[in-house]
Antibody, heavy 130, light 107 residues
């Protein structure tokens, strides 16, 4: 059974960085992409970006693209999300989710949840506070 | 970015009711839309993808329809387990956006 298990909660000071891991089991990361979604307290879902498990190609939301890096380690079947220069409004629960792209060209990848985001991690709480 | 607008923001209904949630896109997204259910403290759960394809294991009382800019999620007969928040998500391009959510409450 496919499963994503995320790392534990973090408390960070403004200006610091945070790295959240997402370990896949029951399937190979190479066969799918991983999307990162966050949810601020009491708020809705915010799409942050997507990474191909096959070749590491990334697509980031404009809002965070200057501070965000997504990577994968296929040897451990794990995806990572690093967010830098943290601010108080980055306080949120961060989720990873499995998602395939519809297609990719040499420019980019499209339809980044082709069959929906069907497997989700349990969420990682990141609190940014001085 | 494509903006997604859900309505209503809150919906009060009773067990057995038929309910419909609407999601509108700021530009055409063909049928590249998914619906998710989220309960407090839990990760979202995929219900529908490609506007009308039912995810495996999701009860058939859930259905999705629409294309272009207007989409609906219908629950044919509400069950106690269905009271939750529902989100639509568009994924037409190299990015993606969610609607703001619809909270389905017990009347």
């Amino acid at each position: 059974q496919a499963q994503l298990v995320q790392s534990g909660g973090e408390v960070k000071k403004p200006g610091a960085s945070v790295r959240v891991s997402c370990e896949a089991s029951g399937y190979s990361l190479i066969s799918y992409g991983i999307t990162w979604v966050r949810q601020a307290p009491g708020q809705g879902l915010e799409w942050m970006g997507w990474i191909s498990g096959k070749n590491g190609h990334t697509e980031y939301a404009e809002k965070v693209q200057d501070r965000l890096t997504m990577t994968t380690d296929t040897s451990t079947n794990t995806a990572y999300m690093e967010l830098r220069t943290l601010r108080s409004d980055d306080t949120a629960v961060y989720y990873c989710a499995r998602a395939s792209a519809g297609f990719c060209t040499n420019i980019g990848c499209y339809r980044l949840a082709y069959n929906g985001m069907d497997v989700w991690g349990q969420g990682t709480t990141v609190i940014v506070s001085s | 970015d494509i903006q997604m607008t859900q309505s209503p923001s809150t919906l009060s209904a009773s067990v057995g009711d038929r309910v419909t949630i609407t999601c509108r896109a700021s530009q055409s997204i063909s049928n590249w839309l998914a619906w998710y259910q989220q309960k407090p403290g839990k990760a979202p759960k995929l219900l529908i993808y490609k506007a009308s394809s039912l995810e495996s294991g999701v009860p058939s009382r859930f259905s999705g329809s629409g294309s272009g800019t207007e989409f609906t999620l219908t629950i044919s007969s509400l069950q106690p387990d269905d009271f939750a928040t529902y989100y639509c998500q568009q994924y037409n391009t190299y990015s993606s956006t969610f609607g703001q959510g619809t909270k389905l409450e017990i009347k």
